[in-house]
Protein backbone atom coordinates (compact mmCIF):
# COMPACT_ATOMS: atom_id res chain seq x y z
CA UNK A 1 0.00 0.00 0.00
CA UNK A 2 1.36 3.59 -0.62
CA UNK A 3 2.43 6.07 1.73
CA UNK A 4 0.61 9.29 2.35
CA UNK A 5 3.11 12.33 1.60
CA UNK A 6 2.67 15.26 4.32
CA UNK A 7 4.00 17.62 1.07
CA UNK A 8 0.42 16.87 -0.32
CA UNK A 9 -1.69 18.29 1.98
CA UNK A 10 -3.19 21.42 0.63
CA UNK A 11 -3.96 24.07 3.41
CA UNK A 12 -7.33 25.10 1.20
CA UNK A 13 -8.88 21.78 1.92
CA UNK A 14 -9.02 22.28 6.12
CA UNK A 15 -12.30 23.04 6.97
CA UNK A 16 -11.97 26.31 9.82
CA UNK A 17 -12.56 26.14 13.07
CA UNK A 18 -16.24 27.21 13.13
CA UNK A 19 -17.80 28.71 16.47
CA UNK A 20 -21.20 27.04 18.08
CA UNK A 21 -24.03 29.42 16.10
CA UNK A 22 -25.82 31.44 18.93
CA UNK A 23 -28.08 33.53 19.55
CA UNK A 24 -26.25 36.16 21.04
CA UNK A 25 -23.32 36.06 18.03
CA UNK A 26 -23.78 33.91 14.77
CA UNK A 27 -20.59 33.46 13.37
CA UNK A 28 -20.93 34.98 9.78
CA UNK A 29 -21.07 31.52 8.46
CA UNK A 30 -23.01 29.70 11.18
CA UNK A 31 -25.20 32.83 10.24
CA UNK A 32 -25.09 31.91 6.94
CA UNK A 33 -27.70 29.17 7.56
CA UNK A 34 -30.77 31.58 8.42
CA UNK A 35 -34.10 29.96 10.72
CA UNK A 36 -37.68 31.63 10.27
CA UNK A 37 -37.70 33.85 13.37
CA UNK A 38 -41.68 34.46 13.03
CA UNK A 39 -43.24 30.86 14.06
CA UNK A 40 -45.48 31.52 17.32
CA UNK A 41 -45.37 27.79 18.36
CA UNK A 42 -41.84 27.09 18.24
CA UNK A 43 -38.85 28.09 20.72
CA UNK A 44 -35.14 28.10 19.20
CA UNK A 45 -32.86 25.99 20.82
CA UNK A 46 -29.37 27.40 20.16
CA UNK A 47 -27.19 24.65 18.68
CA UNK A 48 -24.63 22.50 20.56
CA UNK A 49 -22.43 21.90 17.43
CA UNK A 50 -21.55 24.00 14.33
CA UNK A 51 -23.88 23.84 11.21
CA UNK A 52 -20.74 23.78 9.37
CA UNK A 53 -20.16 20.28 7.81
CA UNK A 54 -17.12 18.00 9.03
CA UNK A 55 -16.30 16.83 5.40
CA UNK A 56 -13.19 19.39 5.01
CA UNK A 57 -11.09 17.86 8.00
CA UNK A 58 -12.75 14.46 7.37
CA UNK A 59 -11.71 14.17 3.76
CA UNK A 60 -8.76 13.09 2.52
CA UNK A 61 -6.19 15.97 0.68
CA UNK A 62 -6.07 13.80 -2.46
CA UNK A 63 -9.54 13.54 -3.22
CA UNK A 64 -10.03 16.92 -4.60
CA UNK A 65 -9.99 16.93 -8.81
CA UNK A 66 -6.47 17.75 -9.87
CA UNK A 67 -5.68 20.51 -12.18
CA UNK A 68 -2.81 20.58 -14.43
CA UNK A 69 -1.75 24.28 -12.89
CA UNK A 70 -1.91 23.69 -9.65
CA UNK A 71 -1.40 19.81 -9.22
CA UNK A 72 0.76 17.13 -11.20
CA UNK A 73 -2.92 14.94 -12.29
CA UNK A 74 -2.79 11.62 -9.96
CA UNK A 75 -5.31 10.95 -7.03
CA UNK A 76 -2.79 9.26 -5.49
CA UNK A 77 0.24 9.55 -3.30
CA UNK A 78 3.88 9.95 -4.01
CA UNK A 79 5.55 6.72 -4.04
CA UNK A 80 2.40 4.56 -4.66
CA UNK A 81 3.13 2.33 -7.62
CA UNK A 82 -0.26 0.50 -9.67
CA UNK A 83 0.87 -2.69 -10.70
CA UNK A 84 -0.39 -3.17 -14.72
CA UNK A 85 -0.14 -6.31 -16.93
CA UNK A 86 2.82 -6.83 -18.59
CA UNK A 87 1.26 -6.89 -21.76
CA UNK A 88 -2.49 -6.70 -23.09
CA UNK A 89 -4.41 -10.23 -23.14
CA UNK A 90 -5.93 -11.25 -26.68
CA UNK A 91 -9.22 -12.28 -26.26
CA UNK A 92 -10.72 -15.57 -28.46
CA UNK A 93 -13.74 -12.59 -29.18
CA UNK A 94 -11.93 -10.34 -30.64
CA UNK A 95 -10.20 -12.82 -32.89
CA UNK A 96 -13.55 -13.54 -34.30
CA UNK A 97 -14.23 -10.43 -35.78
CA UNK A 98 -16.29 -9.87 -39.48
CA UNK A 99 -14.34 -11.05 -42.50
CA UNK A 100 -13.07 -7.93 -44.30
CA UNK A 101 -14.33 -7.36 -47.73
CA UNK A 102 -11.76 -8.58 -50.23
CA UNK A 103 -12.23 -6.68 -53.00
CA UNK A 104 -12.42 -3.27 -51.02
CA UNK A 105 -9.34 -4.61 -49.52
CA UNK A 106 -7.71 -5.46 -52.54
CA UNK A 107 -8.78 -1.98 -54.13
CA UNK A 108 -7.21 -0.03 -51.08
CA UNK A 109 -3.93 -2.14 -50.93
CA UNK A 110 -3.20 -0.34 -54.34
CA UNK A 111 -4.22 2.98 -53.44
CA UNK A 112 -2.11 2.85 -50.19
CA UNK A 113 1.00 1.84 -52.80
CA UNK A 114 0.52 4.78 -54.42
CA UNK A 115 0.44 6.98 -51.56
CA UNK A 116 3.14 5.68 -49.26
CA UNK A 117 3.93 8.90 -47.26
CA UNK A 118 0.02 9.64 -46.33
CA UNK A 119 0.12 5.96 -45.62
CA UNK A 120 2.76 6.34 -42.71
CA UNK A 121 1.45 9.43 -41.43
CA UNK A 122 -1.67 7.51 -41.57
CA UNK A 123 -0.10 4.65 -39.34
CA UNK A 124 1.68 7.34 -37.32
CA UNK A 125 -1.19 8.91 -35.36
CA UNK A 126 -3.95 7.50 -33.38
CA UNK A 127 -7.02 7.95 -31.66
CA UNK A 128 -7.72 7.26 -28.04
CA UNK A 129 -11.75 8.05 -27.23
CA UNK A 130 -13.26 8.39 -24.11
CA UNK A 131 -17.08 7.21 -24.08
CA UNK A 132 -19.43 9.00 -21.43
CA UNK A 133 -20.07 12.37 -22.97
CA UNK A 134 -17.84 11.65 -26.51
CA UNK A 135 -18.96 8.53 -28.07
CA UNK A 136 -22.26 7.90 -26.01
CA UNK A 137 -24.24 8.61 -23.05
CA UNK A 138 -25.37 5.72 -21.34
CA UNK A 139 -26.55 3.60 -24.17
CA UNK A 140 -27.69 6.26 -26.31
CA UNK A 141 -24.53 7.00 -29.13
CA UNK A 142 -23.83 10.45 -29.40
CA UNK A 143 -24.56 10.45 -33.54
CA UNK A 144 -21.40 11.85 -35.10
CA UNK A 145 -19.33 9.47 -33.31
CA UNK A 146 -20.55 7.25 -35.87
CA UNK A 147 -19.35 8.89 -38.52
CA UNK A 148 -15.66 9.35 -37.00
CA UNK A 149 -15.45 5.64 -36.45
CA UNK A 150 -16.64 4.98 -39.59
CA UNK A 151 -13.93 6.79 -41.40
CA UNK A 152 -11.07 5.67 -38.73
CA UNK A 153 -12.07 1.97 -39.90
CA UNK A 154 -11.26 2.53 -43.32
CA UNK A 155 -14.09 4.82 -45.02
CA UNK A 156 -11.56 7.65 -46.28
CA UNK A 157 -9.80 8.33 -49.11
CA UNK A 158 -6.78 5.58 -48.66
CA UNK A 159 -9.26 2.89 -47.67
CA UNK A 160 -7.21 2.83 -44.54
CA UNK A 161 -7.55 1.75 -40.45
CA UNK A 162 -6.72 4.57 -38.36
CA UNK A 163 -5.56 3.64 -35.53
CA UNK A 164 -7.80 4.04 -32.56
CA UNK A 165 -8.59 3.14 -28.91
CA UNK A 166 -11.46 3.46 -26.27
CA UNK A 167 -10.23 4.65 -22.69
CA UNK A 168 -12.95 4.86 -20.65
CA UNK A 169 -13.61 5.64 -16.63
CA UNK A 170 -16.74 3.54 -16.70
CA UNK A 171 -16.85 -0.27 -15.42
CA UNK A 172 -18.86 -2.85 -13.93
CA UNK A 173 -19.16 -5.40 -16.55
CA UNK A 174 -17.19 -7.73 -18.78
CA UNK A 175 -15.32 -5.92 -21.27
CA UNK A 176 -17.23 -8.80 -23.75
CA UNK A 177 -20.26 -7.98 -22.91
CA UNK A 178 -19.41 -4.22 -22.85
CA UNK A 179 -17.89 -4.22 -26.39
CA UNK A 180 -21.04 -5.61 -28.09
CA UNK A 181 -23.37 -3.36 -26.70
CA UNK A 182 -20.72 -0.48 -27.99
CA UNK A 183 -20.81 -2.49 -31.27
CA UNK A 184 -24.60 -2.54 -32.03
CA UNK A 185 -25.08 1.22 -30.85
CA UNK A 186 -22.19 2.50 -32.74
CA UNK A 187 -23.00 0.52 -35.30
CA UNK A 188 -18.76 -0.49 -35.88
CA UNK A 189 -17.36 -3.94 -34.39
CA UNK A 190 -15.14 -2.62 -30.96
CA UNK A 191 -13.08 -4.90 -30.53
CA UNK A 192 -11.36 -6.18 -26.42
CA UNK A 193 -8.23 -5.64 -27.88
CA UNK A 194 -8.58 -1.93 -28.43
CA UNK A 195 -10.90 -1.33 -25.16
CA UNK A 196 -10.19 -0.49 -21.74
CA UNK A 197 -12.44 0.11 -18.95
CA UNK A 198 -11.19 1.49 -15.75
CA UNK A 199 -10.61 -1.74 -14.33
CA UNK A 200 -9.17 -3.57 -17.27
CA UNK A 201 -5.64 -3.04 -15.91
CA UNK A 202 -6.58 -3.88 -12.64
CA UNK A 203 -5.88 -7.72 -14.01
CA UNK A 204 -2.61 -7.29 -12.22
CA UNK A 205 -3.97 -7.47 -8.85
CA UNK A 206 -4.97 -10.94 -9.60
CA UNK A 207 -1.13 -11.87 -8.69
CA UNK A 208 -0.99 -10.54 -5.43
CA UNK A 209 -4.64 -11.24 -4.03
CA UNK A 210 -6.44 -14.35 -4.32
CA UNK A 211 -9.83 -12.86 -1.97
CA UNK A 212 -11.18 -10.08 -3.29
CA UNK A 213 -14.45 -7.90 -2.28
CA UNK A 214 -15.25 -6.44 -5.39
CA UNK A 215 -18.27 -3.68 -5.45
CA UNK A 216 -19.91 -1.98 -7.86
CA UNK A 217 -21.85 -2.71 -11.26
CA UNK A 218 -25.38 -4.43 -12.17
CA UNK A 219 -26.02 -7.47 -10.57
CA UNK A 220 -22.93 -9.72 -9.68
CA UNK A 221 -20.95 -8.59 -13.02
CA UNK A 222 -18.21 -7.04 -10.90
CA UNK A 223 -17.74 -10.56 -9.77
CA UNK A 224 -17.70 -11.97 -13.10
CA UNK A 225 -14.94 -9.21 -14.32
CA UNK A 226 -12.90 -10.41 -11.74
CA UNK A 227 -13.29 -14.09 -12.62
CA UNK A 228 -12.18 -13.13 -16.26
CA UNK A 229 -9.07 -11.29 -14.46
CA UNK A 230 -7.62 -14.42 -12.71
CA UNK A 231 -8.64 -13.98 -9.07
CA UNK A 232 -9.51 -17.24 -7.30
CA UNK A 233 -12.11 -16.24 -4.57
CA UNK A 234 -13.85 -13.42 -6.12
CA UNK A 235 -17.10 -12.20 -3.57
CA UNK A 236 -19.63 -9.52 -4.56
CA UNK A 237 -21.67 -8.03 -1.57
CA UNK A 238 -24.39 -10.27 -2.64
CA UNK A 239 -22.66 -12.93 -1.36
CA UNK A 240 -21.86 -11.76 2.39
CA UNK A 241 -25.92 -10.83 2.56
CA UNK A 242 -26.62 -14.55 1.16
CA UNK A 243 -24.83 -15.45 4.03
CA UNK A 244 -26.20 -13.18 6.42
CA UNK A 245 -28.78 -10.61 5.40
CA UNK A 246 -28.31 -8.36 9.23
CA UNK A 247 -24.85 -7.01 7.83
CA UNK A 248 -26.88 -4.58 5.89
CA UNK A 249 -29.71 -3.21 8.05
CA UNK A 250 -31.70 -1.18 5.91
CA UNK A 251 -31.46 -3.75 2.49
CA UNK A 252 -34.38 -5.63 1.66
CA UNK A 253 -32.26 -9.00 0.01
CA UNK A 254 -34.67 -10.33 -2.33
CA UNK A 255 -35.10 -14.21 -3.50
CA UNK A 256 -33.67 -13.10 -7.02
CA UNK A 257 -30.79 -11.45 -5.05
CA UNK A 258 -30.45 -15.07 -3.41
CA UNK A 259 -30.46 -16.70 -6.71
CA UNK A 260 -27.24 -14.82 -7.98
CA UNK A 261 -25.31 -15.23 -4.95
CA UNK A 262 -22.02 -17.53 -4.28
CA UNK A 263 -22.42 -17.90 -0.10
CA UNK A 264 -19.85 -19.26 1.49
CA UNK A 265 -19.17 -19.25 5.39
CA UNK A 266 -17.62 -15.64 6.03
CA UNK A 267 -16.89 -16.20 9.19
CA UNK A 268 -13.81 -18.77 8.23
CA UNK A 269 -12.70 -15.92 5.13
CA UNK A 270 -9.99 -13.93 5.35
CA UNK A 271 -10.31 -10.93 2.69
CA UNK A 272 -6.77 -10.11 0.93
CA UNK A 273 -8.00 -6.61 -0.54
CA UNK A 274 -11.02 -4.59 -1.74
CA UNK A 275 -11.83 -3.69 -5.55
CA UNK A 276 -14.58 -0.98 -6.50
CA UNK A 277 -14.87 -1.78 -10.03
CA UNK A 278 -17.90 0.55 -10.56
CA UNK A 279 -20.39 2.67 -9.43
CA UNK A 280 -22.05 1.02 -6.39
CA UNK A 281 -25.98 0.29 -6.84
CA UNK A 282 -26.62 0.07 -3.39
CA UNK A 283 -24.61 2.47 -1.44
CA UNK A 284 -25.45 1.45 2.45
CA UNK A 285 -24.59 -2.29 1.69
CA UNK A 286 -21.12 -1.73 0.08
CA UNK A 287 -20.65 1.43 2.30
CA UNK A 288 -20.78 -1.13 4.91
CA UNK A 289 -18.92 -3.89 4.39
CA UNK A 290 -16.24 -1.95 2.61
CA UNK A 291 -16.03 -0.28 5.92
CA UNK A 292 -16.02 -3.74 7.86
CA UNK A 293 -13.38 -5.27 6.14
CA UNK A 294 -11.18 -1.75 6.14
CA UNK A 295 -11.41 -1.93 10.16
CA UNK A 296 -11.33 -5.85 10.85
CA UNK A 297 -8.64 -7.82 11.93
CA UNK A 298 -7.14 -9.10 8.54
CA UNK A 299 -9.25 -8.87 6.30
CA UNK A 300 -11.90 -11.11 8.68
CA UNK A 301 -15.28 -9.96 8.94
CA UNK A 302 -17.52 -10.04 12.20
CA UNK A 303 -13.57 -8.96 13.77
CA UNK A 304 -12.38 -5.39 15.08
CA UNK A 305 -8.77 -4.93 14.58
CA UNK A 306 -7.30 -3.33 17.84
CA UNK A 307 -5.22 -1.17 15.43
CA UNK A 308 -6.68 -0.71 12.66
CA UNK A 309 -4.00 0.57 10.70
CA UNK A 310 -1.56 -2.41 10.79
CA UNK A 311 -4.54 -5.32 9.86
CA UNK A 312 -5.87 -3.29 7.35
CA UNK A 313 -6.58 -5.12 4.04
CA UNK A 314 -5.63 -2.94 0.90
CA UNK A 315 -8.59 -1.36 -0.74
CA UNK A 316 -8.52 -0.29 -4.66
CA UNK A 317 -10.52 2.12 -6.86
CA UNK A 318 -10.86 1.70 -10.41
CA UNK A 319 -11.35 5.39 -11.21
CA UNK A 320 -11.24 8.92 -9.68
CA UNK A 321 -14.67 10.87 -11.45
CA UNK A 322 -16.75 12.86 -9.19
CA UNK A 323 -18.94 13.40 -11.82
CA UNK A 324 -20.44 11.64 -15.32
CA UNK A 325 -22.58 12.60 -17.95
CA UNK A 326 -25.62 10.70 -18.23
CA UNK A 327 -29.09 10.69 -20.27
CA UNK A 328 -30.43 13.50 -17.39
CA UNK A 329 -31.15 16.35 -18.87
CA UNK A 330 -30.17 18.78 -15.63
CA UNK A 331 -26.23 18.60 -14.72
CA UNK A 332 -24.01 15.27 -14.35
CA UNK A 333 -24.56 12.85 -12.11
CA UNK A 334 -21.87 11.74 -9.67
CA UNK A 335 -19.99 8.86 -9.73
CA UNK A 336 -17.62 6.34 -8.31
CA UNK A 337 -14.86 9.87 -6.70
CA UNK A 338 -18.13 10.57 -5.09
CA UNK A 339 -18.76 7.40 -3.61
CA UNK A 340 -15.02 7.08 -2.67
CA UNK A 341 -14.79 10.31 -0.84
CA UNK A 342 -17.76 9.09 1.51
CA UNK A 343 -15.35 6.47 2.23
CA UNK A 344 -12.56 8.12 3.12
CA UNK A 345 -14.81 10.27 5.58
CA UNK A 346 -16.65 7.85 6.83
CA UNK A 347 -12.94 6.31 7.84
CA UNK A 348 -11.26 9.00 8.92
CA UNK A 349 -14.05 9.83 11.51
CA UNK A 350 -14.25 6.45 12.68
CA UNK A 351 -10.32 5.80 12.95
CA UNK A 352 -9.20 9.43 13.19
CA UNK A 353 -6.62 8.31 10.72
CA UNK A 354 -6.53 8.92 6.80
CA UNK A 355 -7.58 6.12 4.51
CA UNK A 356 -4.44 5.32 2.29
CA UNK A 357 -5.91 3.85 -1.03
CA UNK A 358 -5.12 3.94 -4.72
CA UNK A 359 -7.04 5.27 -7.39
CA UNK A 360 -6.97 3.50 -11.40
CA UNK A 361 -8.36 5.30 -14.08
CA UNK A 362 -8.17 8.39 -15.99
CA UNK A 363 -6.02 10.23 -15.30
CA UNK A 364 -3.61 8.16 -13.63
CA UNK A 365 -0.10 7.61 -15.67
CA UNK A 366 -0.64 3.52 -15.30
CA UNK A 367 -3.98 3.71 -16.98
CA UNK A 368 -1.70 5.55 -19.45
CA UNK A 369 0.77 3.56 -19.77
CA UNK A 370 -1.09 0.65 -19.79
CA UNK A 371 -3.29 2.30 -23.19
CA UNK A 372 0.12 2.52 -24.80
CA UNK A 373 0.57 -1.43 -24.78
CA UNK A 374 -2.92 -2.04 -26.03
CA UNK A 375 -2.20 0.77 -28.73
CA UNK A 376 0.56 -1.25 -29.70
CA UNK A 377 -0.68 -4.23 -29.52
CA UNK A 378 -3.72 -3.18 -31.93
CA UNK A 379 -1.24 -1.52 -34.40
CA UNK A 380 0.13 -5.25 -34.92
CA UNK A 381 -3.35 -6.75 -35.39
CA UNK A 382 -4.45 -3.94 -37.43
CA UNK A 383 -1.13 -2.93 -39.38
CA UNK A 384 1.16 -5.80 -38.71
CA UNK A 385 3.55 -3.55 -37.44
CA UNK A 386 4.84 -3.37 -33.57
CA UNK A 387 5.43 0.35 -33.01
CA UNK A 388 3.35 2.63 -31.36
CA UNK A 389 2.48 5.89 -33.63
CA UNK A 390 4.09 8.99 -32.71
CA UNK A 391 0.88 11.41 -32.84
CA UNK A 392 -1.73 10.47 -30.28
CA UNK A 393 -5.14 12.00 -29.72
CA UNK A 394 -7.31 11.91 -26.75
CA UNK A 395 -10.52 13.01 -27.51
CA UNK A 396 -12.88 13.59 -23.78
CA UNK A 397 -15.44 15.88 -22.42
CA UNK A 398 -13.70 15.79 -19.01
CA UNK A 399 -10.65 18.40 -18.09
CA UNK A 400 -10.14 16.95 -14.87
CA UNK A 401 -10.15 13.22 -16.30
CA UNK A 402 -9.26 12.80 -19.83
CA UNK A 403 -7.88 15.89 -20.43
CA UNK A 404 -5.41 16.59 -17.81
CA UNK A 405 -4.22 13.04 -17.89
CA UNK A 406 -3.55 13.15 -21.59
CA UNK A 407 -1.61 16.34 -20.83
CA UNK A 408 0.32 15.02 -18.62
CA UNK A 409 1.24 12.20 -20.68
CA UNK A 410 2.53 14.24 -23.68
CA UNK A 411 -0.87 13.06 -25.80
CA UNK A 412 -2.57 16.22 -27.86
CA UNK A 413 -5.76 16.38 -26.44
CA UNK A 414 -9.10 17.50 -27.56
CA UNK A 415 -12.14 18.70 -25.66
CA UNK A 416 -15.69 17.74 -26.59
CA UNK A 417 -18.98 20.05 -25.61
CA UNK A 418 -20.95 16.87 -25.67
CA UNK A 419 -20.41 16.13 -22.11
CA UNK A 420 -19.11 17.19 -18.44
CA UNK A 421 -17.48 20.48 -20.14
CA UNK A 422 -20.25 23.06 -20.82
CA UNK A 423 -17.49 25.54 -22.06
CA UNK A 424 -19.15 28.47 -24.55
CA UNK A 425 -18.05 28.65 -28.46
CA UNK A 426 -14.13 29.10 -27.78
CA UNK A 427 -13.96 28.68 -24.63
CA UNK A 428 -10.82 26.88 -23.65
CA UNK A 429 -11.11 24.44 -19.77
CA UNK A 430 -9.29 27.07 -17.78
CA UNK A 431 -7.66 24.17 -15.35
CA UNK A 432 -7.13 21.92 -17.72
CA UNK A 433 -6.63 23.43 -21.56
CA UNK A 434 -7.05 20.76 -24.12
CA UNK A 435 -3.73 21.37 -25.99
CA UNK A 436 -5.24 21.19 -29.67
CA UNK A 437 -8.66 22.33 -28.55
CA UNK A 438 -11.92 22.66 -28.01
CA UNK A 439 -14.68 20.88 -30.47
CA UNK A 440 -18.53 21.32 -30.83
CA UNK A 441 -18.40 17.11 -31.19
CA UNK A 442 -15.94 13.86 -31.88
CA UNK A 443 -16.46 14.04 -35.25
CA UNK A 444 -15.21 17.80 -35.92
CA UNK A 445 -12.13 16.91 -33.37
CA UNK A 446 -11.65 14.02 -35.46
CA UNK A 447 -11.60 15.74 -38.78
CA UNK A 448 -9.42 18.42 -37.57
CA UNK A 449 -6.94 15.60 -36.33
CA UNK A 450 -6.97 13.82 -39.38
CA UNK A 451 -6.14 17.04 -41.47
CA UNK A 452 -3.68 18.31 -39.31
CA UNK A 453 -1.52 14.61 -39.92
CA UNK A 454 -2.78 13.68 -43.30
CA UNK A 455 -3.14 17.48 -45.02
CA UNK A 456 -6.29 19.56 -45.42
CA UNK A 457 -7.47 18.12 -48.38
CA UNK A 458 -7.32 14.43 -47.10
CA UNK A 459 -10.75 13.32 -48.05
CA UNK A 460 -12.81 11.69 -45.29
CA UNK A 461 -14.41 8.86 -47.27
CA UNK A 462 -14.13 6.41 -49.45
CA UNK A 463 -14.71 6.42 -52.86
CA UNK A 464 -15.81 2.88 -54.61
CA UNK A 465 -15.11 4.30 -58.01
CA UNK A 466 -11.77 5.05 -57.57
CA UNK A 467 -9.14 3.91 -60.12
CA UNK A 468 -6.07 3.26 -58.55
CA UNK A 469 -3.89 3.88 -61.96
CA UNK A 470 -5.16 7.55 -61.20
CA UNK A 471 -5.60 8.01 -57.75
CA UNK A 472 -2.45 8.85 -55.00
CA UNK A 473 -3.49 12.52 -54.88
CA UNK A 474 -6.45 12.06 -56.71
CA UNK A 475 -9.28 14.46 -56.42
CA UNK A 476 -11.79 12.27 -57.91
CA UNK A 477 -11.97 10.57 -54.47
CA UNK A 478 -15.73 12.05 -53.19
CA UNK A 479 -15.45 14.67 -49.88
O1 LIG B 1 -18.47 6.81 -14.04
C1 LIG B 1 -17.80 7.68 -14.89
C2 LIG B 1 -17.59 7.03 -16.20
O2 LIG B 1 -18.79 6.56 -16.70
C3 LIG B 1 -16.93 7.95 -17.14
O3 LIG B 1 -16.69 7.27 -18.33
O4 LIG B 1 -16.04 7.11 -20.66
O5 LIG B 1 -16.32 9.35 -19.62
O6 LIG B 1 -14.39 7.93 -18.99
P1 LIG B 1 -15.80 7.96 -19.46
MG1 LIG C 1 -16.36 11.09 -20.45
Given at each position: MPHYDE??????LVAPDVPLASHSGLSPRAAALPIPSHADNTISIPA???????AGSL?????LSPSTKARRGSRNSFGTSLPIPRSPRRSRASLQRAAPAVSRDILASQVQDMAKEKVANAKNMAFVFDIDGVLAHGNEPIEPAKEALKMLNGDNELGIKIPYILLT??????EVARCEQLSEILEVPISTDQFIQ???????LAEYYETVLVCGGEGVQAREVAQTYGFKNPVHPKDILAWDPSASPWRVFSDADRAMTKPQDFSQIKFDAILV??????YATDMQLILDLLLAEDGKLLTRAQDPVSSRIPIYFSQGDLVFPTEHKGPPRLTQGAFRIAIEAQYKALTGVELERVVYGKPERATYTYADEVLRSWMEQIHNENKLPQNIYMIGDNPQSDIVGGNMYGWNTCLVRTGVFQGKDGENDKNNPASFGVFDNVLEAVKAAVRRELGQEFKLKWNPKVNPILSGDDDSAVE
Open positions: EESTAESRSSMGDMHNLSNGGGKPSHTPMQAFADSRD
